[in-house]
Antibody, heavy 119, light 110 residues
Framework: QVQLVQSGSELQKPGASVKVSCKTS????????LTWVRRAPGQDLEWLGW????????TYAQGLTGRFVLSLDTSVSTAYLQISGLKAEDTAVYYC????????????WGQGTLVTVSS | QSALTQPASVSGSPGQSITISCTGT?????????VSWYQQHPGKAPKLMIY???NRPSGVSNRFSGSKSGNTASLTISGLQADDEADYYC??????????FGGGTKVTVL
């Protein structure tokens, strides 16, 4: 069955970096783009961007700074979200989710990774 | 402020029907037939319940139905069951080629 399993919770200091992984299984990795979404405390779900798992080309939400980088390791069917220069406002639960190609919905989600930024 | 506006909570008794609204603009809900709904139980991953306004993925009960009128989409749960108690989020494709989400609605089964 389709599974997206994310890495565990992270506690990082301001200015540090974090890399969240999303390991997929149960389907052909390259056929489904992966989207990243986050929910900060008290905030709505926020779409961060998506990565084409066939070409590796990422697309980021407008206004998202260069601190966010999406990447892949196709050899292990895993996607990554790296955030550098962490700020307190990056504290959130980060989700990866699969999107059928050309579609505008997310059919399978990871369990979420809590990233806490605190000194 | 939410990009899409949902009521904070909706409740109903077992067997009843409830409807959750999701209001956007003509740049998202009103402009496209790409509204989706997600169910999330505490501590669990969100689950797709409705896509493209009114389509149900395989395995989702036909007690869940979706619709849209103008800038407002709706999710109706009929024959409410205890396991339906969860948070529900709407989402829409936007004119900026992104997805936007609602603030979520907590459904309580009385």
């Amino acid at each position: 069955q389709v599974q997206l399993v994310q890495s565990g919770s992270e506690l990082q200091k301001p200015g540090a970096s974090v890399k969240v992984s999303c390991k997929t299984s149960g389907y052909t990795f390259s056929r489904y783009p992966l989207t990243w979404v986050r929910r900060a405390p008290g905030q709505d779900l926020e779409w961060l961007g998506w990565i084409n798992t066939n070409t590796g080309n990422p697309t980021y939400a407008q206004g998202l700074t260069g601190r966010f980088v999406l990447s892949l390791d196709t050899s292990v069917s895993t996607a990554y979200l790296q955030i550098s220069g962490l700020k307190a406002e990056d504290t959130a639960v980060y989700y990866c989710a699969r999107a059928p190609f050309g579609e505008n919905y997310l059919d399978y989600w990871g369990q979420g990774t809590l990233v806490t930024v605190s000194s | 402020q939410s990009a899409l506006t949902q009521p904070a909570s909706v409740s109903g008794s077992p067997g009843q029907s409830i409807t959750i609204s999701c209001t956007g603009t003509r740049s998202d809900i009103g402009g496209y037939k790409y509204v989706s709904w997600y169910q999330q139980h505490p501590g669990k991953a969100p689950k797709l319940m409705i896509y493209d306004v009114s389509n149900r993925p395989s395995g989702v009960s036909n007690r869940f139905s979706g619709s849209k009128s103008g800038n407002t989409a709706s999710l109706t749960i009929s024959g409410l069951q205890a396991d339906d108690e969860a948070d529900y989020y709407c989402s829409s494709y936007t004119s900026s080629s992104t997805l936007v989400f609602g603030g979520g609605t907590k459904v309580t089964v009385l």
